[in-house]
């Protein structure tokens, strides 16, 4: 938006043009707002040079009382808008042949005898200025420079569809118009640099909002296919609620209702050991979230032959032991079946929630990292998008850190207790 600054001795005058600007503006619909109307060109100065951007100058040349003349305050101004339009409007007409003295570059010189005249010339410049800033951006291009190997490409903005992340690591795909470009960057740094032309509407996609040319809010499919962007959804999704759900409720619950019915304590006192009590426990619950994290990635659709099995049932095994875990402390903690469910909600909740909801913010991602069930979540969405999956070493911590931390705190619960044989 181009600020309008006018600097004129006459106050009368000065309001005239000022509700005049602002009416041509509004009924032009030009992008352009009146930044400062002043009687003295010190003002004029200090305002500029606080705010030093392109804008529009209507200056009177001789300004009474003052230090300085229009010439003199224009001058003032190129020193910090060495683009801006500069407007002359005088009563005086021999003195035009000042601005090129001055070396001002002045856009036009309005006598001010006639008002209508005035006024006129003033409609007439706005015209003129509005012309000239679309032909400077249709002329301006701005370029987006990205190194492949030994080449240097210069790739317009404006031909940028959207950024992707890529199957390989710390790699991005940029596709334009014609051309699609793999290189090495940063979605995060990509987002910053495009900030107010592009969007962030998944952690793997920044979109050119300028192609989007609709947004269908009744028909979400893609031609009978889900999108990746679904697919991780409902995988994130499917998996925290099994972890979960099988965990704290069944696991939990379970202990919860043994201690409310006083038949725990005579269970552990009995012939059965810590072990086989622990061990037939969470065997169920375990098993059974094991099989259905591999149900849940088989009936999701994706490609198989795109998933490390392995590394999958490793990493599910290891979170689902953990869950089992904790829905054990919750039941140790709670005095029954009702006081389990209410503190089991609000750890299913954060668990649920934060994994699930970190394909769409950057920040609930990274504390997703940080989860047991952010892990595994990560891993089925890397599938559902096609990526290669390799466990990161923050990955193992989380996974080994969690399940003894989550062992530690049962064992002190379980012994505090007093639950273990004399």
């Known amino acids: 938006m181009l600020p309008i600054y006018i600097c004129e001795d006459d106050a009368m005058i000065l309001a005239a043009q000022k509700k005049f600007l602002e009416k041509q503006i509004m009924m032009e619909g030009y992008d352009m707002q009146i930044a400062l109307c002043s009687r003295h060109p010190?003002?004029?100065?200090?305002?500029v040079a606080a705010d030093p951007k392109r804008g529009i100058y209507f200056l009177d040349?001789?300004?009474?009382?003052?230090?300085?003349?229009?010439?003199?305050?224009?001058?003032?101004?190129?020193?910090?808008?060495?683009?801006?339009?500069?407007?002359?409007v005088t009563s005086f007409p021999d003195l035009a042949f000042e601005t090129f003295r001055y070396h001002l570059e002045a856009l036009d010189y309005i006598v001010k005898g006639n008002s209508e005249k005035m006024l006129a010339g003033?409609?007439?410049?706005?015209?003129?200025?509005?012309?000239?800033?679309?032909?400077?951006?249709?002329?301006?291009?701005?370029?987006?420079?990205?190194?492949?190997?030994?080449?240097?490409?210069?790739?317009?903005?404006?031909?940028?569809?959207?950024?992707?992340?890529?199957v390989r690591t710390h790699r991005i795909e940029l596709h334009a118009k014609n051309d699609c470009i793999d290189f090495i960057g940063s979605m995060q740094e990509l987002q910053e640099q495009f900030r107010e032309h592009f969007l962030r509407v998944h952690r793997s996609y920044l979109v050119n909002v300028d192609k989007i040319q609709e947004l269908d809010l009744k028909h979400r499919?893609?031609?009978?296919?889900?999108?990746?962007?679904?697919?991780?959804?409902i995988l994130s999704l499917g998996i925290s609620l099994n972890l979960c759900m099988d965990g704290f409720l069944m696991v939990g619950t379970a202990i919860a209702e043994e201690k409310e019915k006083h038949t725990?304590?005579?269970?552990?006192?009995?012939?059965?050991?810590?072990?086989?009590y622990f061990i037939g426990s969470i065997l169920f619950p375990f098993v059974l979230m094991n099989i259905i994290n591999i149900v849940v990635l088989v009936i999701s659709g994706i490609s198989m032959s795109q998933v490390s099995v392995a590394a999958f049932l490793l990493v599910s095994a290891a979170a689902s032991l953990i869950s089992c875990v904790m829905g054990m402390i919750v039941g140790l903690c709670a005095k029954n079946q009702m006081n389990a469910n209410l503190i089991s909600y609000p750890l299913v909740i954060v668990l649920m929630m934060i994994p699930m909801f970190g394909n769409l913010s950057e920040k609930l991602h990274h504390i997703s990292g940080f989860l047991f069930t952010g892990v595994l979540t990560e891993m089925a969405s890397g599938f559902?998008?096609?990526?290669?999956?390799?466990?990161?070493?923050?990955?193992?911590?989380?996974?080994?850190?969690?399940?003894?931390?989550?062992?530690?705190v049962f064992l002190v619960l379980y012994r505090r207790n007093g639950y273990e044989k004399d």
Not at 66 to 87: C, H
Not at 222 to 233: A, E, K, N, Y
Not at 264 to 276: A, E, H, N
């Open 264 to 276: 725990l304590r005579v269970l552990m006192t009995s012939s059965v050991t810590g072990m086989q």
């Open 61 to 88: 040349v001789e300004l009474k009382d003052e230090p300085m003349d229009g010439f003199m305050l224009g001058q003032q101004i190129r020193k910090f808008d060495t683009r801006g339009f500069l407007i002359y």
């Open 384 to 408: 559902a998008e096609g990526m290669s999956y390799t466990l990161k070493p923050l990955d193992i911590a989380v996974l080994i850190g969690e399940l003894i931390i989550s062992i530690l």
């Open 221 to 233: 499919d893609s031609g009978g296919d889900l999108s990746p962007i679904l697919v991780s959804l």
């Open 122 to 166: 003033m409609r007439k410049n706005l015209a003129i200025i509005t012309e000239r800033m679309c032909k400077e951006q249709g002329e301006q291009k701005e370029y987006f420079t990205v190194k492949v190997l030994d080449i240097v490409r210069h790739v317009p903005v404006d031909e940028i569809m959207f950024f992707e992340t890529s």
């Open 42 to 47: 010190q003002e004029i100065v200090e305002a």
